[in-house]
């Protein structure tokens, strides 16, 4: 007889290799790229890659939005997708084997706030490129090299001409344990030959709360 353990794991292996089945039948039923630009509302140079417009049609794309991101509420981990009706029905199913569900007052919300005019968006982009120019200005205003923002509400800097000596790892462990700043180490994203001077900082806050987060980094750079 098979043991409980063991059946679960061949349910799972099964359920996987039937997700892995429809997502080859979705890319054979799509030829031309999806498209994941889940912060396209953010995309402050109106940058698209050149084969995205190309064969990004309504027959053969897929638009993947994040609501999480959009409304700022990234611990809902909710999204929307657009599609032709035919690849929409094998997206669903795609994802009913991978999530199965997803809360309905969360869908309930996300279709609320998707149905707002375009003003709310336009507004949202105006006030969350001038926090990423306010945090700009005073990254640089301390030293850090600034590696500008194209579709992100996240402000990338190196490390490595400050002379600090120390990874991404150690400045964000210092700076979060005695100065109260969060912010991510870019190796974190690498499997592997990871780059460990680039360190991630979030604008989408309140200017005094991106004002203080200026003053501690000034004093955490100089070890104050």
């Known amino acids: 007889m098979r043991s409980t353990a063991g059946g679960r794991q061949d349910n799972m292996r099964s359920r996987f290799g039937f997700v892995a089945v429809l997502g080859a039948a979705l890319l054979l039923s799509a030829p031309a790229s999806a498209e994941d ?17 190309e064969n990004f049609t309504r027959e053969t794309g897929i638009k993947v939005g994040s609501a999480g991101k959009i409304f700022s509420l990234t611990g809902w981990k909710i999204g929307f997708v657009c599609a032709a009706s035919p690849l929409l029905r094998v997206a669903a199913k795609v994802h009913q084997f991978l999530t199965f569900t997803t809360a ?5 919300a996300v279709a609320y706030g998707l149905s707002k005019p375009d003003d709310y968006f336009l507004d949202m982009r105006k006030q969350l490129a001038k926090s990423r120019d306010r945090l700009t200005r005073g990254l640089e205003s301390i030293g850090f090299p600034v590696l500008r923002s194209q579709g992100t509400y996240f402000l990338t800097v190196d490390l490595s001409p400050l002379g600090l000596n120390e990874t991404d790892e150690a400045f964000c462990r210092r700076i979060v ?9 870019v190796s974190a994203f690498y499997e592997q030959n990871a780059v460990t001077s680039v360190v991630r900082f979030c604008f989408a806050k309140k200017d005094e709360t991106l004002d203080t987060a200026l003053e501690r980094l000034s004093d955490a750079v100089h070890r104050r």
């Open 177 to 185: 344990t005695d100065y109260k700043v969060a912010a991510i180490p």
């Open 37 to 53: 630009r889940v912060v396209n509302f953010y995309n402050w140079s109106n940058y698209m890659a050149p084969d995205v417009l």
């Open 104 to 108: 309905p007052n969360l869908q309930a």
